[in-house]
């Protein structure tokens, strides 16, 4: 199945030439009907807080950024019930460094990055991939069964160890629909 990621920013003369043919999907917080569901900041509601029995978010990024502690601010709960795709992210210019993330809402132990990668965004991404957009994820298997597909997004990155970059869930979503998901930290 050949799906592939771009970065969103390219221009569509720029995709046309690299990818003639594809089909040409955004999958970020901008896109439009249907496949904006795929992104982490889409508001499905009922998502599981890792390591947080009876805990559920909005969003994946919901959960990513209230687990996310730093020099002078810790979990913040409310990111979990944001449901406009806005207002999610936490930075360091406001809250000074990145001290890691926690291991649950209500862990006493900080995670390093690819250690919360695999702990809380993967399972929380894959959750939603298995219950919340089956449908979307059918539809991408088919596209590719029968075109080149190219997912767009604004990072690239799809090794989970590669920690220069946020992560691609374009990428995961390539790694989903052709069984290829990575490892995750239980």
């Known amino acids: ?14 995709l046309t030439r690299a990818f003639p043919g594809a089909h040409v999907i955004d999958v970020t917080s901008k896109a439009g009907e249907p496949w904006v569901r795929l992104s982490p900041f889409y508001p499905h509601g009922g998502v599981p807080v890792p390591r947080t029995p009876g805990v559920t978010s909005q969003s994946v990024e919901g959960i990513w950024q209230a687990l996310k502690v730093f020099e002078t601010a ?88 590669d920690c220069r970059t946020p992560l691609s869930h374009a990428a995961l979503i390539c790694l989903y629909v052709q069984d290829q998901w990575p490892e995750e930290d239980h």
């Open 1 to 14: 199945m050949p799906i592939q990621v771009a970065n969103r920013r390219r221009s569509a003369v720029s």
């Open 74 to 161: 810790d979990v913040d709960p409310g990111k979990l019930d944001v449901t406009t795709m806005t207002g999610l992210n936490r930075t360091v210019r406001t809250n000074g460094p990145v001290r890691g993330h926690r291991d649950g809402l209500y862990g006493d132990r900080l995670l390093t990055y690819p250690t919360a990668r695999r702990r809380i965004y993967l399972p929380a991404y894959r959750w939603v991939l298995e219950n919340k957009t089956t449908g979307l994820v059918e539809q991408l298997r088919h596209l590719a069964g029968e075109h080149d597909v190219v997912l767009l997004d604004y990072t690239t990155i799809g090794d989970i160890n």
